[in-house]
């Protein structure tokens, strides 16, 4: 068997689990169909050499696949033509007793919330709660922290769930956190950012961002709080991707936007986007007083 047929053939045996995963991501048979199909074209144009678990690549590239389709459709304001009925979600490459409990339980009432999350809480919540990938390996699909990948899937959850959120509460009390960052980053104080970082933050970056700062990730509450101090002078605070963040706007333009991710009244990750062509695909809005 030359490499050719090999590759067709491990494809067509992930083909089924590929089609399901992309259906719940987008909640479209079609539009899940050709994600699947520009995941083949991907995989016989990549370099494998470095691929030891290709049925855990193909979900990762059909995931980013799925998500850019999400963000399209977003910012076209527009949904999928279908609402496919719940037989359609069980997933034949996992256990079909299970399956069928959660087509019952869920079906067509899951894909009518999902299509209210955002884009990265909807990606965040099918692969952990479905499909169980590590929120380590979800993180760089949304191009967010792990920390904030499991507070976007949290969210999504606790959607899906129908639990109140109380959110003028919850949002009262993250803005609170979220100015005393940004006032202890403005005036240098060390030891007030350190206060409201929880020990083990992350701070991330976006490859363009990182280009502005010449600087990679930080860890840390002592690392991240050295970083910041003395900047967030031209900051704003906003809500971005439904969290409490900020956006550095420069001669009337958007520079960076910047959303944390608050736990346990600690700021535990810090994601900062400066990619243009990102921020069309974020939910972000300023905050006045």
Not at 42 to 49: C, E, I, M, S
Not at 260 to 266: L, M, N, V
């Amino acid at each position: 068997m030359n490499e050719n047929n090999w590759l067709a053939d491990q494809f067509e045996a992930n083909r089924a689990h590929l089609k399901a995963a992309a259906y719940r991501m987008l909640g479209s048979r079609s539009e899940a169909e050709d994600a699947v199909q520009e995941a083949w074209l991907r995989l016989t144009r990549a370099d494998r050499t470095d691929v030891g678990n290709l049925g855990g690549w193909l979900t990762t590239v059909v995931a980013r696949i799925c998500l850019d389709m999400l963000r399209a459709r977003k910012t076209r304001r527009e949904e999928p033509l279908e609402t496919s009925v719940h037989a359609a979600i069980a997933d034949p490459a996992k256990d079909p007793e299970r399956d069928a409990a959660f087509a019952d339980s869920v079906g067509v009432a899951l894909l009518v919330v999902l299509q209210t999350l955002a884009p990265a809480e909807r990606i965040a919540f099918v692969l952990h709660d479905m499909f169980d990938l590590p929120f380590d390996e979800i993180a760089p699909i949304i191009g967010r922290s792990s920390a904030a990948a499991r507070q976007l899937a949290s969210r999504a959850r606790r959607r899906v769930q129908g639990v109140d959120e109380t959110p003028d509460v919850d949002l009262d009390r993250k803005r609170t956190i979220a100015e005393a960052f940004l006032t202890a980053s403005r005036n240098g104080d060390l030891q007030a950012l350190i206060a409201v970082l929880a020990p083990d933050v992350v701070f991330r970056l976006d490859a363009t961002a990182a280009r502005f700062g010449a600087f990679g990730e930080r860890r840390g509450a002592s690392e991240v709080a050295e970083l910041f101090k003395g900047r967030a002078q031209a900051a704003e605070i906003a809500i971005v991707d439904g969290e409490l963040g900020f956006i550095v706007r420069i001669a009337d333009r958007i520079r960076v936007v910047v959303a944390f991710t608050i736990a346990d009244d600690r700021i535990a990750a810090i994601d900062a986007i400066a990619d243009p062509d990102h921020f069309e695909r974020l939910d972000y809005s300023i905050l006045r007083d």
